[in-house]
């Protein structure tokens, strides 16, 4: 059963407008949250991260929410440009086991 | 220069044929990590090594083993390749402690036929 979820494959944005990017878990002992942005032909790189003390986390266009009570964390982006078009996971760590589960990802179509 | 290379970056190969993919990294970090992607699960971790002398099994190690010939090299190896083990495959470092960002390759696309 999956950790870590991500339950829309994908998502179609405008140009300019915000996209936000949603993720669920269910390991209560997760307590560091990360998003990483993957372009074709190419690896997973490291966009944002939240800790479970926090409930916000910005980063330029960038901000992550975490709401622990639900267990669900979101990604918004604003405003949404075309490079920002890509696959999209969320990953989670459990402290304990130093370890990061990734979701199975979102992917992300910013349409000019 | 990439921080986190991987070779080869495709293969064909044939079912019971036994395969190498390497990694090198020139980070400087100490944990290594084997993941393979396929559509609908994301990423999945197979082998993990925080130093030279550790390795430890991820979630899906079986079929695979693993070799950390040094700090900067992490192989992982497919005795028997079969089928159901064509998938993208990505190497990762990240540094020690509790909430360091994991670096990737560009990733390897394996196909068993």
């Known amino acids: 059963d999956q950790q870590v979820k991500q339950n829309s494959p994908s998502l179609s944005v405008q140009e300019g407008r915000i996209s936000i990017l949603n993720c669920d878990y269910t390991n209560s002992m997760f307590d560091y949250f990360l998003w990483y942005k993957k372009y074709p032909a190419e690896g997973p790189t490291f966009l944002i991260s939240i800790s479970s003390i926090k409930d916000k986390n910005e980063d330029g266009r960038f901000t992550v929410f975490l709401n622990k009570s639900a267990k669900h964390l979101s990604l918004h982006i604003v405003p949404s440009q075309p490079g920002d078009s890509a696959v999209y996971f969320c990953?989670?760590?459990?402290?304990?086991?130093?370890?990061?589960?990734f979701g199975p990802g979102t992917s992300l179509s910013v349409i000019p | 220069d990439a921080d986190v290379t991987q070779t080869p970056r495709n293969r064909i190969t044939k079912t019971g044929k036994r395969i190498m993919l390497e990694c090198s990294q020139t980070k400087g970090h100490d944990r290594m990590y084997w993941y393979r992607q396929d559509p609908g699960l994301g990423l999945r971790l197979i082998y993990y090594?925080?130093?030279?002398?550790?390795?430890n099994k991820g979630e899906i190690s079986d079929g695979y083993s693993v070799s950390r010939q040094a700090q900067a090299k992490f192989s992982l190896s497919l005795e028997s390749a079969i089928p159901n083990q064509t998938a993208l495959y990505f190497c990762a470092t990240s540094g020690s402690g509790s909430y360091n960002e994991q670096f990737f390759g560009p990733g390897t696309r394996l196909t068993v036929l």
């Open positions: 990953a989670a760590r459990e402290v304990s086991l130093d370890k990061v589960i």
């Open positions: 090594s925080f130093d030279v002398k550790d390795i």
